[in-house]
């Protein structure tokens, strides 16, 4: 499955120590692999067709990505502070999901 990464978390994977972006590119590389079979506990549903990959260590990170024909579109991430989401974040990847579907046509 092709996995395309948007441009903030680039940003983000670049800001990772070298143990943090390693386990990153594990987890989107069975993101690849695996596609839509890939569940907990590297992947979880959230709502409205969005999924997280989550990458688990001394800080946790998220992505936000959600599935259209062969593709995952990673559109938004950020490092988790606290145990449950934070709710701008999930709408800010929600706002993403759609200016993507749009933008893109989708």
């Known amino acids: ?20 972006y390693a386990k ?6 069975l993101l ?8 907990m506990p590297q992947s ?8 997280e990959l989550r ?4 800080r946790e990170l998220r992505m936000f990505y959600f599935f259209h024909n062969k593709s995952a579109f990673i559109i ?3 490092i988790k502070k606290t145990q449950n989401t934070p709710p701008q974040e999930l709408r800010k990847a929600l ?7 749009r933008d ?3």
Do not use: W
């Open 76 to 78: 938004h991430s950020f």
């Open 44 to 51: 979880r549903y959230i709502s409205d067709g969005l999924l």
């Open 104 to 106: 893109y046509n989708l």
């Open 1 to 20: 499955m092709k996995v395309i990464i948007d441009d903030d978390t680039y940003k983000l994977l670049d800001s990772l120590n070298a143990k943090e």
């Open 95 to 101: 706002k993403k999901k759609s200016e993507h579907l």
């Open 55 to 58: 990458v688990r260590g001394k």
């Open 24 to 29: 990153c590119l594990r987890i989107i590389g």
């Open 32 to 39: 690849e692999e695996h596609g839509q079979v890939l569940g």
